[in-house]
């Protein structure tokens, strides 16, 4: 199969030789950094990742995205500079060494570093913890269905709220702890444990006793991000007749630099 | 001006008499004449001694006369032997010569026609056998540089006839060339040319040399005509269809086969202006545009104007198509009917007393074979993908879902009511054509207590309703005009809702997903146009339009998202003035201007205009064109990732959707003899204000915040190139072989700086039509080779973890439409034969293999990245598709 690709994309290749003189541009692309890059408040530098594209059209076919290393990469917030160092183990991967200096919130930040003799840079600003976050209920009773019997349609409702007086954006990852799985309903055979919103304007997501599938403990995490990481969900098209290039916040690369919040809550399912 | 006239016909008179007088009598006759009717022996001498003969046909008796020799006999034994024994007798006078039943006294001062020389010949071209008036053809003077035209309705001037008894040539396209033989009687009236059609039935004698094939190539700059009636004899999918014939010239591009619409010159189709009988068609494809929504049998003439066209002409951008629809046979009531594999059509012709006519066409398509492998390669999307068999209530028993067979049809309706009086014509015209494509289904689930009825609606419908009132009065030799109230209607529904209603312990619960996109488009407007023939060398033409376009455009996702709700009135006023001149019998000019007001954006557009030919021999012509264009009313591209692109109408306003705006210019040079034609054109097209309408830059996921008119993008192009074209335009075998050289760039700063190749840009396109009649068969063939489309592709992928610990995959993209997709090229053949059926009419046999040699042509590619691979899909156009039609009419 991927021989067959790989002799397709030789062909498209190829033709694209052939049909254009002046062509060569549209590798250039390939050489751009791919930036992964978080910042947590109250959390040391220790998310940022830089890798190059896994490229489609180069002869050595690679399927993984080769890490970039040394690098000297700073980031910036007010008059302080960090200038961080690569990991040994991980090639790739870059932090801030003195781990006392955590990342504040509601404060700008910036990235540079310079590849390939190109500035890349990108800026954002840490969010502040989500504030009055609440489950309305913690505790919820389903009554196990066996074979034979006779379906409830009792729905209960959990109403998880929040306050969102400056229009930020949301998202949520609800996820069973419990590494055993126990079916409320014997027609339940998958295990699908984790529920995950996209980012949104709101201050409420509701989840009902139908999405609670199995007993157990459920970690509720609320993410306050940035817009910039909100854009990332946009959906991109797969057809020839109208690619997009997916959203960046990356002067002169891809990826993203941002940065998010969290508060996270629990709720228990249990056997009624 | 009488004055002159009265002169004029007076020094004509006085100048004949010198000339001719006596000369009649004078004739000897040196023939001979064996197994010919009388007829036919009068019709040779006036022939050969350029004698004007008047008989009555039903006087001469029909039988062979007996074989008869003459030798330098005078004229006046000549006709006492032929008319001996016959009851008829004869008289001359003025060198006319006049026969009458013995019974009947001939009143010579009644018989007497004036002598002309020099004088202005107007008169109607039609065909033999309906009686259809018979648009464009061409009148030519015999061995001179003197010729005309005749107009939309048939009527022709033709000014400085050097004599009364010249011969013309008369020309048309898909009929038999004829030479027609004026004398003092024929030119005391208006006269009436017959042409009979091309016919492929028969091989009895051979009428004339020459006749006019498949395609004519005029001499104004970029004007190409097609007949309606050797069309069919061209392969098709589906049979005969206009616009894909007339993609086989250069400078139409050919390989798109999701669109009929005629992309000429780098332009799109909605910069093609379409005219049927005089009112706007919108939208011209049938079944995802592998047809065109015109019905063949429908129509009589078409003339293509690839670009620098007239000021008679206004709105587009590119270029313009006139279609004008027969009007229905004159003298017989005609009825016919065909079946191919994919549609079924009848048509029926009426005489409505002495001046008026009716036709009624129609086409419907059926769900064949042919039908469905059509309606699958275009919804080839979902194919490739196998969705992943997942249900909300998991596996469970008790679950029941009926599906619905997908329903698609198409069909369309011509009307036509056609008077015509001595001057006038009244003609009203009626078109109606629609697409249903519905791919809905059903679901009913019930299970224990709960029930859930809904499903599925995929329904995209789109068609056209048109109609149009005209008037046409020939006011004179020199005065021509027409006048036109029209509406057209052209609409566009696409719902994919997905509603599901769920009712349980008597709770209902309404589930809404998908979008629902409305188009209606409606245009009202008045035209006046007007043709003054001040004198043989100079021409005017004005005239006046006016439309109201009424245009909404509804667009919402899940029921609660509006994303465009868009409702546009307008009113469009323009005047146009256009001169015809001729200089030294070499060069004609045409300089025009057109003025429109648009009242949305308050202001005045001018268009200035002019084109030039100049004849350095008869042969060799060299052709020029410039002019400047707007186009107000524009079809607007929608990218949409999940149901593919679609297009909407829309009014320019200059704030979110500018008024487009092009120039042309245009230089060729043609040689053309009597049986060939080489020509060759170049042409330059800059395009202004081109608008995109796209969310792919639009945020998916937080609809309420976001003004969806900010996604209107704006761009330029230019589109230039050079086409080349030698054609065999007579003989058992002819045919034509084009090149084009082409390229459209366009430039939209939403994509980057960078000029880039428009998708429909081709940078070579090679066509060869090919038809040898033998015996009662014509064979045809063509083979289309074009560049591959271009196209952007991702140049690489990166994965993201997101602040929740999942992985996201992004796919980069090169630079737009940098990669071309693998050449188009396609050869499909037919072969059509027609054969009498004795009395019942004339039957036509055809059948035709597309794609012959299979060859896989791509669509468009689709990519998925799956772990790291990119997975690249290729949507494929038709394979090798054949089709039988027959069809049968009475005359």
């Known amino acids: 199969m991927k021989n067959t690709i790989t002799n397709i994309l030789l062909i498209i290749t190829l033709l694209n030789f052939y049909a254009c003189d002046d062509n060569d541009y549209s590798f250039t692309k390939e050489d751009i950094p791919i930036v992964e890059a978080y910042l947590i408040p109250g959390e040391p530098i220790n998310h940022v990742k830089l890798s190059k594209l896994i490229p489609f059209l180069s002869e050595d076919t690679l399927s993984y995205a080769e890490p970039i290393s040394n690098v000297n990469i700073r980031i910036f917030s007010g008059n302080n500079s960090y200038e961080l160092i690569e990991s040994k183990d991980s090639a790739g991967w870059y932090y801030f060494p003195d781990t006392t200096t955590l990342v504040a919130e509601n404060q700008e930040y910036s990235i540079e570093l310079s590849y390939n003799e190109k500035s890349v840079s990108a800026r954002t600003i840490t969010p502040e913890k989500p504030l009055n976050f609440k489950l309305s209920q913690n505790l919820f009773y389903i009554q196990r269905m066996e074979e034979g019997d006779m379906p409830t349609f009792d729905v209960q409702t959990c109403e998880i709220t929040w306050d969102n007086s400056d229009g930020s954006y949301y998202y949520l990852n609800i996820e069973l702890m419990n590494t055993v799985i126990d079916p409320v309903n014997y027609m339940i055979t998958d295990t699908i444990t984790q529920t995950l919103t996209t980012p949104v304007i709101s201050d409420v997501y509701n989840i009902t006793s139908r999405n609670m599938r199995y007993y157990g403990t459920y970690r509720v995490i609320l993410y306050k991000v940035n817009e910039e990481y909100a854009y990332l969900y946009s959906t991109t098209s797969s057809t020839s007749q109208s690619l997009t290039d997916p959203y960046t916040n990356i002067e002169n690369g891809k990826g993203i630099f941002t940065a998010f919040n969290t508060d996270t809550l629990f709720f228990e399912v249990k056997e009624y | ?891």
């Open chain 2, 1 to 891: 001006m009488k004055k002159y006239t009265i002169l004029l016909i007076f020094i004509s008179i006085n100048f004949a008499q010198h000339v001719f007088a006596q000369e009649t009598e004078e004739i000897l006759v040196t023939k001979n004449y064996f197994g010919k009717t009388l007829k036919n022996i009068i019709d040779d001498l006036v022939r050969t001694y350029n004698i004007d003969i008047d008989y009555r046909k039903e006087d001469l008796p029909g039988g062979i006369v007996p074989g008869k020799s003459f030798r330098e006999e005078p004229l006046d034994a000549v006709l006492q032997r032929l008319l001996k024994g016959k009851d008829l007798h004869y008289k001359i006078v003025d060198n006319q010569v006049v026969i009458r039943k013995s019974d009947e006294q001939i009143k010579l001062e009644q018989k007497k026609y004036e002598r002309k020389q020099n004088f202005t010949l107007s008169g109607i071209i039609k065909d033999k056998s309906s009686g259809e008036a018979l648009p464009y053809a061409q009148i030519m003077v015999k061995n001179t540089t003197n010729g005309t035209a005749s107009n939309v309705d048939g009527y022709f001037t033709l000014f400085n006839v050097p004599s009364d008894t010249s011969v013309l040539l008369v020309r048309y396209t898909g009929y038999k060339t004829k030479q027609f033989f004026l004398s003092p009687k024929i030119v005391s009236s208006d006269v009436l040319v017959e042409l009979i059609p091309e016919n492929n039935l028969i091989d009895e004698v051979v009428v004339t040399a020459e006749s006019e094939e498949l395609m004519k190539v005029y001499k104004d700059v970029s004007v190409v005509s097609m007949s309606p009636k050797q069309i069919k004899t061209l392969p098709g999918v589906g049979g005969q269809d206009l616009f894909r014939s007339f993609q086989l010239l250069p400078g139409v591009s050919a390989s798109n086969e999701s669109s009929s619409g005629l992309y000429v010159r780098g332009g799109t189709p909605d910069q093609n202006l379409v005219l049927y009988d005089g009112f706007t068609v919108y939208h011209v494809d049938h079944l995802f545009g592998m047809f065109s929504a015109f019905n063949p049998n429908a129509v009589k003439d078409v003339k293509l104007y690839k670009g620098g066209f007239e000021a008679k002409y206004g709105g587009r951008l590119s270029s313009v198509m006139e279609i004008t629809g027969k009007d229905g046979n004159e003298n017989n009531f005609n009825m016919g009917a065909g079946i191919s594999f994919l549609n079924i059509d009848g048509f029926t012709e009426i005489p409505l007393g002495k001046n008026g006519t009716f036709l009624f066409t129609g086409r419907r398509s059926f769900q064949s074979f042919l039908y469905d492998d059509i309606f699958d390669s275009f919804n080839s999307d979902e194919t490739t993908t196998e969705m992943p068999a997942s249900s909300p209530m998991g596996k469970g028993g008790g679950r029941f879902m009926a599906n619905n067979e997908p329903s698609s049809f198409f069909y369309d309706l011509n009307a036509k009511i056609t008077f015509k009086f001595d001057k006038d014509i009244f003609s009203l015209s009626f078109y109606n054509g629609q697409d249903n494509l519905d791919n809905s289904s059903v679901t009913n689930i019930s299970r224990m207590g709960m029930s859930m009825n809904g499903g599925k609606t995929d329904l995209t419908e789109w068609g056209n309703w048109g109609t149009s009132l005209k008037w046409s009065r020939h006011w004179n030799k020199k005065f021509y005009s027409n006048t036109l109230i029209s509406y057209s209607k052209y609409y566009s529904n696409r719902d994919m809702m997905r509603n599901n209603t769920v009712y349980r312990d008597g709770e209902t619960i309404e589930v809404n997903r998908g979008i629902i996109e409305d188009n209606q488009l409606q245009d009202f407007t008045f035209k006046m146009d007007n043709e003054w023939k001040i004198a043989q060398n100079n021409q005017i033409e004005f005239g006046v339009q006016a439309s109201y376009y009424d245009i909404d455009y509804l667009f919402t996702q899940n029921d609660t998202s509006i994303i465009q709700d868009r409702h546009d009135i307008a009113s469009l006023s323009a005047i146009y003035l256009q001169d015809n001149i001729r200089f030294f019998d070499k060069l004609t000019f045409i300089p025009g201007i057109r003025a429109s007001y648009y009242d949305v954006t308050n202001q005045i557009y001018i268009e200035p205009r002019a084109s030039l030919n100049y004849d350095l021999t008869k042969e060799i012509k060299f052709k020029a064109a410039w002019g400047q264009y707007y186009q107000f009313a524009k079809r607007i591209i929608r990218d949409d990732m999940e149901s593919g692109s679609r297009d909407f109408w829309t009014l320019g306003n200059d704030e979110d959707i500018p008024i487009s705006f092009s120039t042309h210019y245009i230089a060729g040079i043609s040689y053309e003899n009597r049986n060939y034609l080489f020509s060759a054109e170049a042409y330059y097209k800059d395009l202004q204000g081109l608008s995109e309408y796209s969310l792919l830059y639009a945020p998916t996921f937080q609809q309420q915040q976001i003004d969806y008119n900010e996604f209107f993008y704006e761009g330029t192009g230019v589109a230039q190139g050079i086409e080349f074209l030698a054609q065999k335009k007579y003989g058992k075998y002819n045919g034509w072989v084009s090149y084009t050289l082409g390229e459209v760039m366009y430039n939209f700063p939403i994509y980057g700086t960078e000029d880039f190749p428009a998708n429909h840009d081709v940078t070579h396109e090679f066509k060869i039509v090919n038809m040898y009649k033998w015996k009662k068969w014509i064979f045809s063939a063509t083979w289309i080779y074009g560049t591959g489309k271009p196209y952007t592709a991702p140049t690489g992928a990166y994965d993201l973890t997101m602040a929740d610990g999942s992985v996201s995959s992004f796919i980069t993209i090169g630079d737009k439409n940098t990669f071309r997709l693998p050449d188009y090229h396609r050869l499909d053949i037919a072969a059509t034969m027609e054969f009498g059926m004795g009395e019942h009419g004339i039957g036509s046999l055809g059948f035709s293999i597309f794609n012959l040699y299979n060859r896989t042509n791509t669509w468009y590619k689709t990519f998925e990245l799956v772990e790291g691979d990119l997975i690249e899909t290729n949507v494929n156009l038709l394979g090798i598709t054949p089709n039988i039609t027959f069809s049968f009419r009475l005359r």
